[in-house]
Nanobody, 124 residues
Framework: QVQLVDSGGGLVQAGDSLRLSCAASGGTFSRYTMGWFRQAPGKEREFIAV????????YYADSVKGRFTISRDNAKNTVYLQMNSLKPEDTAVYYCAADLFGLKSVIPRDYDYWGQGTQVTVSS
Protein backbone atom coordinates (compact mmCIF):
# COMPACT_ATOMS: atom_id res chain seq x y z
CA GLN A 1 0.00 0.00 0.00
CA VAL A 2 1.38 3.36 -1.06
CA GLN A 3 0.90 6.30 1.24
CA LEU A 4 1.36 9.92 0.17
CA VAL A 5 1.59 12.87 2.54
CA ASP A 6 1.27 16.38 1.11
CA SER A 7 2.68 19.40 2.90
CA GLY A 8 3.88 22.97 2.36
CA GLY A 9 0.66 24.84 1.73
CA GLY A 10 -0.22 28.13 3.33
CA LEU A 11 -1.52 31.67 2.97
CA VAL A 12 0.58 33.93 0.75
CA GLN A 13 0.20 37.14 -1.21
CA ALA A 14 0.02 37.41 -4.96
CA GLY A 15 3.49 37.20 -6.48
CA ASP A 16 4.89 35.09 -3.66
CA SER A 17 6.30 31.58 -3.92
CA LEU A 18 5.60 28.28 -2.17
CA ARG A 19 7.11 24.83 -2.40
CA LEU A 20 4.85 21.85 -1.85
CA SER A 21 6.21 18.45 -0.91
CA CYS A 22 4.76 14.98 -1.18
CA ALA A 23 6.45 12.19 0.77
CA ALA A 24 5.77 8.64 -0.33
CA SER A 25 6.05 5.40 1.61
CA GLY A 26 5.06 1.79 1.23
CA GLY A 27 6.19 1.18 -2.32
CA THR A 28 8.89 1.67 -4.93
CA PHE A 29 8.69 5.42 -5.38
CA SER A 30 11.34 5.54 -8.09
CA ARG A 31 9.08 3.48 -10.37
CA TYR A 32 6.01 5.74 -10.03
CA THR A 33 4.95 8.53 -12.30
CA MET A 34 3.92 11.38 -9.99
CA GLY A 35 1.41 14.12 -10.59
CA TRP A 36 0.07 17.23 -8.91
CA PHE A 37 -3.57 18.29 -9.11
CA ARG A 38 -5.62 20.98 -7.46
CA GLN A 39 -9.25 21.53 -6.63
CA ALA A 40 -10.91 24.84 -5.90
CA PRO A 41 -14.30 25.05 -4.15
CA GLY A 42 -17.12 24.12 -6.50
CA LYS A 43 -14.75 23.04 -9.27
CA GLU A 44 -13.48 19.74 -10.58
CA ARG A 45 -10.04 18.44 -9.75
CA GLU A 46 -7.59 20.00 -12.21
CA PHE A 47 -4.31 18.63 -13.56
CA ILE A 48 -1.25 20.76 -12.80
CA ALA A 49 1.92 18.82 -13.59
CA VAL A 50 3.36 15.33 -14.00
CA UNK A 51 6.86 13.86 -13.84
CA UNK A 52 7.85 10.51 -15.27
CA UNK A 53 9.70 7.83 -13.34
CA UNK A 54 12.18 6.76 -15.99
CA UNK A 55 13.54 9.95 -17.55
CA UNK A 56 12.05 12.50 -15.23
CA UNK A 57 10.30 14.12 -18.16
CA UNK A 58 7.70 16.68 -17.19
CA TYR A 59 4.46 18.10 -18.54
CA TYR A 60 2.46 21.09 -17.31
CA ALA A 61 -0.97 22.56 -17.62
CA ASP A 62 -0.97 25.76 -19.64
CA SER A 63 -2.29 27.68 -16.63
CA VAL A 64 0.93 27.08 -14.66
CA LYS A 65 3.55 26.64 -17.36
CA GLY A 66 6.53 28.89 -16.72
CA ARG A 67 5.50 29.53 -13.09
CA PHE A 68 5.40 26.06 -11.51
CA THR A 69 8.10 23.39 -11.55
CA ILE A 70 7.67 19.74 -10.62
CA SER A 71 10.68 17.75 -9.49
CA ARG A 72 11.47 14.55 -7.62
CA ASP A 73 14.13 13.20 -5.32
CA ASN A 74 14.00 9.43 -5.48
CA ALA A 75 16.52 9.09 -2.65
CA LYS A 76 14.05 10.89 -0.39
CA ASN A 77 10.89 9.36 -1.91
CA THR A 78 9.59 12.88 -2.39
CA VAL A 79 8.09 14.90 -5.21
CA TYR A 80 7.99 18.70 -5.11
CA LEU A 81 5.98 21.46 -6.69
CA GLN A 82 7.76 24.82 -6.74
CA MET A 83 5.17 27.53 -7.30
CA ASN A 84 6.34 31.03 -8.24
CA SER A 85 4.46 34.19 -9.16
CA LEU A 86 1.35 32.91 -7.42
CA LYS A 87 -2.00 34.39 -8.37
CA PRO A 88 -5.31 34.49 -6.50
CA GLU A 89 -6.71 32.01 -9.04
CA ASP A 90 -4.12 29.48 -7.85
CA THR A 91 -6.07 29.19 -4.59
CA ALA A 92 -7.08 25.55 -4.11
CA VAL A 93 -6.36 22.35 -2.27
CA TYR A 94 -3.33 20.75 -3.90
CA TYR A 95 -2.96 16.98 -4.13
CA CYS A 96 -0.11 14.76 -5.23
CA ALA A 97 -0.90 11.46 -6.86
CA ALA A 98 0.96 8.31 -7.87
CA ASP A 99 0.50 6.50 -11.15
CA LEU A 100 1.84 2.95 -10.95
CA PHE A 101 1.51 2.28 -14.67
CA GLY A 102 3.41 5.18 -16.18
CA LEU A 103 0.48 6.69 -18.07
CA LYS A 104 1.55 10.32 -17.44
CA SER A 105 -2.11 11.16 -17.67
CA VAL A 106 -3.87 14.45 -17.00
CA ILE A 107 -7.00 12.59 -15.85
CA PRO A 108 -7.42 12.08 -12.10
CA ARG A 109 -8.97 8.62 -12.41
CA ASP A 110 -5.79 7.30 -14.02
CA TYR A 111 -3.91 7.77 -10.75
CA ASP A 112 -3.81 5.02 -8.18
CA TYR A 113 -2.94 6.74 -4.90
CA TRP A 114 -3.55 10.24 -3.56
CA GLY A 115 -2.23 12.46 -0.83
CA GLN A 116 -4.60 14.09 1.64
CA GLY A 117 -4.18 17.53 0.11
CA THR A 118 -2.67 20.79 1.30
CA GLN A 119 -4.44 24.17 1.16
CA VAL A 120 -2.89 27.00 -0.80
CA THR A 121 -4.51 30.41 -0.47
CA VAL A 122 -3.26 33.39 -2.45
CA SER A 123 -4.52 36.82 -1.45
CA SER A 124 -4.61 39.76 -3.83
Amino acid sequence: QVQLVDSGGGLVQAGDSLRLSCAASGGTFSRYTMGWFRQAPGKEREFIAVIGWRSGSTYYADSVKGRFTISRDNAKNTVYLQMNSLKPEDTAVYYCAADLFGLKSVIPRDYDYWGQGTQVTVSS
